[in-house]
């Protein structure tokens, strides 16, 4: 278990070092959503209308809507930014070495899944603050409650890009992959509209988004934010994150998944 915990602490370490040299990374993070938050927002406030919905007790403005989508946006592409490092680190034989060490391949992945969702946890609460710098406010233990729903949805999120990088031969095939991936799990979601808006303009546009699970991880950052529990949108997110996380230890394992073939 020490030995455990040390490389744990030195993968996460490792992730850590390698965002703090990566300062255009954490800016792209936080521009992303505030272009959305300032900019698309402002101009669909007035053709978009909400009714007032859990978790909401009043009307509310088409931004303060959005921010827990936007919050999910942050973890969806920090997630897949991560498993990029991954692909480039199997390619430059570190990831050989990581995964050779003597301890369990589930663990050492969890540890990587670890460091990069702590990290997506941080730039989360950076753009909140940047929210409440304009006026975008929320009930203050709402900033603390949605802590570890940040936390499973970034677990979810991240196990979906470690579960990705493992199918992935190249490098040059990871941006293409990726927002195949990115662009339909954020847009098919309920992080810009409610699902009761896409039940009006098609049933099975609905359908699909409440089948994404980046709906729910969305849905359980909303209603934590506003210090209210989502069983259903846990359950999901829960049931999601183990799958991710089971394909990806099984696409990681020389003896089945495509490791095999790629070192």
Known sequence: MRHALIAMRAI???????????RERFIAALVRPLVW??????????ALGLSISPPYQTYITY??????????MILLF??????LSLVYDREMGSMRLL??????????LFSKLLGSTIISILQVYAFLLVAWLFDITLPPLGYLAVLPALALGGLML?????????????LENFAGVMNFVIFPMFFLSSALYPLWKMAESSEILHD?????????????????????????????TAL????????????YDPARGMMTRKG
């Open 12 to 22: 996460v370490l490792r992730e850590a070092l390698r965002f703090v040299h990566q």
């Open 37 to 46: 938050l300032l900019v698309f927002a402002a101009g669909f406030r007035a």
């Open 63 to 72: 931004e303060t809507y959005i921010v827990p989508g936007l919050c999910g």
């Open 78 to 83: 920090n997630g897949m930014q991560s498993s």
């Open 99 to 108: 995964l050779t060490a003597p301890l369990s391949r589930t663990w050492l």
């Open 158 to 170: 991240g196990a979906l890009g470690l579960a990705l990088s493992s199918f992935i031969k190249q």
């Open 208 to 236: 699909i988004c409440a089948a994404n699970p980046f709906t729910h991880a969305v849905e359980l950052i909303r209603f934590a934010l506003y210090v209210e529990w989502n069983g259903m949108a846990f359950v999901w």
């Open 240 to 251: 999601a994150t183990a799958a991710f996380m089971a394909l990806a230890v099984w696409g």
